[in-house]
């Protein structure tokens, strides 16, 4: 079973309108972390954010936000004012302590295309 | 610069054969993960080692084996190659197992 499910499968906009990614993860694990990576057209893969279980906290990191809700097993990713630079593709990703290995299962990705 | 170093970044190799593929984690990571990346699969978690003995399996084929050195590098190591194996492969590391992973540029993989 898919644990974590990006529906979006591409979305493009022009500069500056906000991006809304969406992230649903399915676990009954009530120990785990939710993390989103930026994959460029480059082809690495480059750290966002983690948040554990515990945090429901939103968090802002400059143009980037995240809205975590347990109750609706959701961890969105907003990009605001969105830049050409922010082309690239977007995977959501879940590691689970109840295995204690703490592997990363990734959503399918979402690309998102910012035209000028 | 993530602080992780794979090498090559692009193999090609022909069906039948044999590659190694080889990372170096970030200084002091202890936790190396490799992942396979392709167009019908996504992301896929291969395998990890903490600290030189394999943590978990994922679904890797019995053609694929790794091993991390008493240095902490990595190799993963890719035989009887098909066509089917072309992809990036990943590595990353991380400095505990609830930490967060940084990932290697990868290597891309043509097999031919």
């Known amino acids: 079973a898919q644990k974590v499910t990006q529906a979006q499968t591409e979305i493009s906009v022009v500069e500056k309108e906000d991006v809304t990614l969406d992230c649903v993860y399915e676990t009954r694990d009530t120990t785990y972390y939710l993390f989103w990576y930026k994959q460029p057209p480059s082809g690495e893969l480059v750290f966002l954010i983690r948040r554990n279980s515990f945090d429901e906290q939103n968090e802002i990191s400059g143009r980037y936000s995240w809205n975590f809700q347990k109750s609706t097993s959701s961890f969105n990713f907003t990009i605001t004012a969105s830049q050409v630079v922010d082309s690239a593709v977007y995977f959501c990703a879940l590691s689970e302590g109840g295995s204690n290995d703490y592997k990363l299962s990734f959503g399918a990705g979402t690309t998102v295309t910012v035209r000028a | 610069d993530s602080g992780v170093t794979q090498t090559p970044k692009h193999l090609i190799t022909a069906t039948g054969q044999r590659v190694t593929l080889r990372c170096s984690p970030r200084s002091g990571d202890l936790s190396v993960y490799w992942y396979q990346q392709s167009l019908d699969q996504g992301l896929q978690f291969l395998i990890q080692y903490y600290n030189g003995e394999e943590r978990a399996k994922g679904n890797i084929l019995e053609r694929f084996s790794a091993q991390q050195f008493p240095d902490l590098h990595s190799e993963l190591n890719l035989s009887s190659l098909e066509l089917g194996d072309s992809a990036l492969y990943f590595c990353?590391?991380?400095?505990?197992?609830?930490?967060?992973?940084?990932f290697g540029q990868g290597t891309r993989l043509t097999v031919v």
């Open positions: 990353a590391s991380s400095g505990s197992l609830r930490a967060e992973a940084f």
